[in-house]
């Protein structure tokens, strides 16, 4: 295996990786067809076995505190986009991407590194086990056809919502939880360097 720098011809391999990296956790359905591309600066690794791409990471940086981390005390990173393929799994594979994306981070003076991740407890424990720690969460709200219209009130005739993605930042997330069928708790992890 080997770790390496994307380029812009992975960029159909490194979709396919991600997506099916994806398909058993709570994020199955967030399906890029081209891969995100930064406003800021970025570690973009991949890693490669027999010239598939097996992993990835992204992490967008700052330069001026604030710009790109929720927290702001100081300059920091956000991990974008990290998975491995299910076959590649417990191999080590996402923790030596980790540990060159901090190296690669550190020689740009970079402190700590922010992540937000849905609630599949694996990847939660992944993040912990590797120093990260907790900070805050908010609810990530999926409502469908009836569902919607407790949250939205259409301005346009015949017109009708069928789906609806939402934040819920409040307090009274237990009550939320119950009155909707696909809630995401979205935890925000933080570690520093
Ligand atoms: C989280 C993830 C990147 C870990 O990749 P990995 O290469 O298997 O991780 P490593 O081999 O470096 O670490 C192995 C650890 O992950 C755990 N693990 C990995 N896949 C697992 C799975 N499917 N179920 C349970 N535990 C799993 C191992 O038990 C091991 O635990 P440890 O913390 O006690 O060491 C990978 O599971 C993944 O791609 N998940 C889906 C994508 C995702 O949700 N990304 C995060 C969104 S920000």
Not at 157 to 186: D, M, P, Q, W
Request: aromatic share 12%; net charge negative; glycine share 4%.
């Amino acid at each position: 295996m080997i770790i390496r720098k994307y380029t812009d011809s992975d960029n159909l391999q490194w979709v396919r990786c991600r997506v099916l990296s994806l398909l058993d956790t709570a994020y199955f359905d967030n399906v890029l067809r081209e891969k995100e591309h930064y406003q800021n600066p970025s570690i973009e690794l991949v890693a490669e076995v027999d010239g598939k791409i097996i992993g990835l990471i992204d992490v967008e940086y700052e330069i001026e505190r604030g710009t790109v981390c929720y927290y702001n005390k100081q300059l920091g990173g956000v991990i974008r986009n990290l998975a491995v393929l299910p076959e590649y799994r417990k191999l080590g594979i996402a923790t030596v991407l980790l540990n060159e994306a901090i190296r690669s981070l550190k020689v740009n003076e970079i402190e700590r590194v922010e992540v937000w991740t849905r609630d599949d407890k694996w990847v939660n424990d992944w993040y912990k086990n590797r120093g990260f720690s907790f900070k805050k969460f908010y609810l990530h709200v999926y409502t469908e056809s009836d569902e919607c219209d407790e949250i939205v009130k259409v301005k346009v005739e015949k017109l009708h919502v069928c789906n609806c993605f939402a934040h819920y930042v409040g307090e009274n997330t237990e009550e939320i939880k119950s009155k909707f069928k696909r809630i995401h708790k979205c935890n925000l992890y933080e570690l520093y360097l």
